[in-house]
């Protein structure tokens, strides 16, 4: 499908004013795409068994207490979000952080003795190190969820009183997924999915905190300290060069640091601590993983990558068209060079739309 360039939506001044202006301006496309993700964790497609609405919210809610406790800051803006959407703060928890309160359910389910479940496939990321890119290196990925969630991209342009200003890749409702901070910090994730999953804090208020820090290392604490409710991999980049890919599980955390080659994830754990806590996934979605992965690296296995050959990489190597039974797409790419502070975005699949480039506030 051919979509216009990436929506922008500018927010500033006080965690609440964010909030509210993002919750109000969006509020009935909010709503539709709250009742469309509760409706995926209820059918059961994600997390193996149906389970009622009462129960989803009741997990949502008793997961709001990390999220505060991993930001008060964040915290004020998903409330003050929630009302200007006209949600709860549980619906936010479900709206947002999807992919991770999955990992919440299905936990809850096994302790009900259910049967395995199917799991989700999305997302391929990538970080190729300065002295692959003509001494600036960048950071890209494709964002792939759900085909219904593609309607539903938005890019945020945050300048906050306090903290640095940042470039968000997002969804409606969601207080962020992929971005690049004023310092040139950039943050991205690829989904995991945890067998260890439980009530915590979910993976877009670790992204947006993260992307309060200065460097890639203080990013990376923020993620290593994070109680979190699911799994993810994080990758951190900055304008110093500093990288590296932490696969993050609710009980374990191995760290990938960054040198001379890129380093390229998909949705399939790579260390032994990971996969002792990973879900069996269906064989096909494991190919599609370890495919995607095989084409990223053997594109990037050259000495000098350019913004191009990343956006090319996105549109023809990784870009996923949705087909039953989960119907996962491709929604929407960035590419980031972090030294340069150059920032760029697509919506929708990336090989049928254009990048647009993206400047701060």
């Given amino acids: 499908m051919r979509r216009p360039p990436i929506r922008i939506l500018d927010v500033g001044g006080t965690p609440a004013e ?12 909010i709503r539709e795409y709250t009742e469309e993700r509760i409706g995926l964790v209820m059918s059961g497609l994600w997390t193996g068994a149906p389970v009622s609405r009462g129960m989803v919210l009741e997990l949502a809610e008793a997961c709001l207490e990390a999220h505060e406790r991993q930001s008060a800051v964040l915290y004020e803006e998903m409330d003050a979000m929630s009302a200007g959407a006209g949600i709860s703060m549980a619906e936010a928890v479900v709206v947002g952080g999807f992919t991770d309160f999955v990992d919440t359910v299905r936990a809850h389910l096994w302790d009900r003795a259910t049967a395995p479940q199917r799991v989700e496939d999305d997302c391929t990321a990538f970080i190729v190190p300065d002295n692959r890119a003509g001494g600036a290196g960048f950071f890209g990925q494709t964002w792939d969820m759900h ?9 945020m342009r945050t300048r906050p009183d306090e903290g640095p200003r940042a470039l968000i890749f997002s969804t409606v409702g969601c207080l962020g997924q992929i971005g690049m901070n004023e310092r040139g910090v950039c943050v991205g994730i690829t989904n995991l999915a945890a067998s260890d999953g439980k009530v915590g804090v979910t993976w877009p208020t670790v992204v947006r905190h993260a992307l309060l820090a200065e460097t890639a290392t203080e990013a990376g604490g923020v993620i290593l300290d994070a109680d979190l409710a699911g799994g993810h991999n994080y990758l951190v980049f900055d304008a110093d060069g500093v990288g590296f890919n932490i696969e993050a599980m609710p009980s374990v955390r191995p760290v990938t640091t960054l040198s001379s080659a890129p380093l390229t994830y998909t949705n399939h754990t790579t260390h032994e601590a990971t996969r002792a806590v990973e879900i ?6 494991q190919d599609s993983s370890h495919r995607r992965r095989s084409v990223a690296i053997d594109h990037l296995d050259r000495s000098a990558i350019t913004e191009e050959d990343l956006m090319d990489l996105t549109r023809h190597g990784v870009c996923q068209v949705p087909a039953p039974p989960y119907h996962v797409e491709t929604s929407g790419a960035t590419v980031m060079r972090p030294r340069t502070r150059d ?11 254009d990048y647009a480039r993206i400047e701060f506030l």
């Fill in 18 to 29: 964010m909030g509210y202006v993002h919750g109000s301006s969006y509020a009935a496309e």
């Fill in 147 to 155: 085909a219904s969630a593609t309607d539903h991209v938005i890019l």
């Fill in 280 to 285: 069996e996934r269906p064989s096909e979605l």
């Fill in 343 to 353: 920032f760029w975005a697509v919506w929708g699949l990336p090989s049928m739309n």
